[in-house]
C-alpha cells in the first residue's frame, strides 16, 4: 500500500496552465479507471474535483480537467486563479479493493 | 444537502480505545460505501477503511488491521470507527467520506481530531 508518487510542489502566475501528475502501478492507477483527484484549503475538508480519471462534478469549473496514460494520471488546471491555491491530491482504488492516496501537492499562484 | 458530521474524537492515551461516529443526511445513506480517512498534522491524506453499503464488505490499510474496526447502522443513518490499541501515530484529523458504489469519495466531512499521548 504505498502512495502514489506527487510532485511535492507545483507553481504557476494567473491565467497559465499548471499539470500535476499521479504515478503509481499496474495494480492502482494503470489498472482501474477509479482516480480522482482532491482539492484541499488549509483547514478545511477535501474537496473532490475530478473522479473515474477525467469526470467533473456538477460545480467544478471546466478548467479542472483529468487525464490517465499507463499507470500516470494527470490533474491540469488551466486559466489559473488565485483561489486555485491549495493542496491537491490523486487517489486511485486498488487491486487489494482499498483505496491509496498520493502524497499531496502544493500549488502555488504566483 | 448532504452532510457528513463527525465526532468522538480527543485525547486519548496510549494503548487506549476511541469510537468515532459518523451521521450522514441529505442522501440515502444505505446506497453508498463509506470511507475513513485521516491526516497527521501538517500532513498528507492517508486512507483507513471502507465498509460497502449494507456494511457485508470491509477492508483495511495495513497500518491499522486488526487493531480498528469499521461498521454501519443503516437503520441510524450512521458510520463508526472503532479504534483500539490506539499509538502516537494514529494522531491526525479523521474524516469521514461517502463515495458511490466502486468508486471514490465524493462528499467528506469537516472532520474530528483524535490525539493520542500520555
Known amino acids: 500500500q504505498s502512495a502514489l508518487t506527487q510532485p511535492a510542489s507545483v507553481s504557476g502566475s494567473p491565467g497559465q496552465s499548471i499539470t500535476i501528475s499521479c504515478t503509481g502501478t499496474?495494480?492502482?492507477?494503470?489498472?482501474?479507471?477509479?482516480v480522482s483527484w482532491y482539492q484541499q484549503h488549509p483547514g478545511k475538508a477535501p474537496k473532490l474535483m475530478i473522479y473515474?480519471?477525467?469526470n467533473r462534478p456538477s460545480g467544478v469549473p471546466d478548467r479542472f480537467s483529468g487525464s490517465k496514460s499507463g499507470n500516470t494520471a494527470s490533474l491540469t488546471i488551466s486559466g489559473l486563479q488565485a483561489e486555485d491555491e491549495a493542496d491537491y491530491y490523486c487517489s486511485s482504488y486498488t487491486s487489494s479493493s482499498t483505496e491509496v492516496f498520493g502524497g499531496g501537492t502544493k500549488l502555488t499562484v504566483l | 444537502e448532504v452532510q457528513l458530521v463527525e465526532s468522538g474524537g480527543g485525547l486519548v492515551q496510549p494503548g487506549g480505545s476511541l469510537r468515532l461516529s459518523c451521521a450522514a443526511s441529505?442522501?440515502?445513506?444505505?446506497?453508498?460505501?463509506m470511507h475513513w480517512v485521516r491526516q497527521a498534522p501538517g500532513k498528507g491524506l492517508v486512507w483507513v477503511s471502507r465498509i460497502n453499503s449494507d456494511g457485508s464488505s470491509t477492508s483495511y490499510a495495513d497500518s491499522v488491521k486488526g487493531r480498528f474496526t469499521i461498521s454501519r447502522d443503516n437503520a441510524k443513518n450512521t458510520l463508526y470507527l472503532q479504534m483500539n490499541s490506539l499509538r502516537a501515530e494514529d494522531t491526525a484529523v479523521y474524516y469521514c467520506a461517502r463515495a458511490p458504489p466502486g468508486s471514490g469519495p465524493d462528499y467528506w466531512g469537516q472532520g474530528t481530531l483524535v490525539t493520542v499521548s500520555s
Open positions: 441529505g442522501f440515502t445513506f444505505s446506497s453508498y460505501w
Open positions: 499496474s495494480s492502482d492507477v494503470g489498472g482501474y479507471n477509479y
Open positions: 473515474e480519471v477525467s
